[in-house]
């Protein structure tokens, strides 16, 4: 068993370096003094001066915040709604309509890319930042549900038996009572919908049009002009950095709520 266990610590470590290395080595490039992707020669932060100072940058980073918000924020609702249905009634349909949320989690991202696309050019729909929303939505709802479904799997329902013998009705026993128990889901869930949005690349990419730009999209669009280069480095890590931090965020606020 010691030899299972040590084996089986050894592949886990290399999972992750294999994983994780990568990123750890454009993090430690993107501080390179020199252009040269193969060797580091000194400390610098130039290509992050160089990031900072570029207006393109701050505009596709305005455009990723506000966009994954909207995403966000209709995808906590429409999700809490759809969980709610499914984990509380029974209707016609419950079982199909359980699959269908789960077919933007399963089917490839390209796939529904290039569906969403084709749909807005038979709708005859000028692509741009409503587009984005739209079909950053598509997928963010899956997720959202899916999380919501996880935690009201073992949610007590003799709680708002108890609010309404006590005197409450049904917004109020929503609000003050189902609201506040499901809150760590629905922090994790909009946690995931907002990054999932924010970092999205190829839906985005689709779904887009001429002029408007997220972070992912300059990022995809320097690499394509002039390929890896240590200013890409910086932006990709700082894009990164941005993703770790609502991690964190979401990690420390999982600790508050449990004590």
Known sequence: MKIISSFLKIFTIMVFLFLYSPIVVMIIFSFNESKSLGVFTSFSLKWYEKVVG??????ALYNSFWVGAVVTFVSIILGLMMAMAVTRYSFSGKSVLESLILIPIIIPEIA???????????????????????????????????????????????????????????????????????YPAILAAGLLAFTLSFDDLIKTLFTTGPGFKTLPLVIWSSAARGGVSPELNSLSSFALSISFLFALFRLKTERSVGR
Not at 54 to 59: L, M
Not at 124 to 153: E, Q, W
């Open 54 to 59: 570029n207006p393109e940058v701050w505009r």
């Open 112 to 182: 529904e890319a290039l569906s969403l696309m084709i749909m807005y050019i038979f709708l005859n729909l000028p692509l741009g930042p409503a587009t984005v929303i739209i079909g950053h939505i598509a997928f963010s709802i899956s997720y959202v549900t899916v999380v919501m479904r996880a935690r009201m799997a073992g949610y007590d329902k003799s709680i708002e038996e108890a609010a309404r013998t006590l005197g409450a009705n049904e917004l109020q026993t929503f609000f003050r009572i189902t609201l506040p128990t499901l």
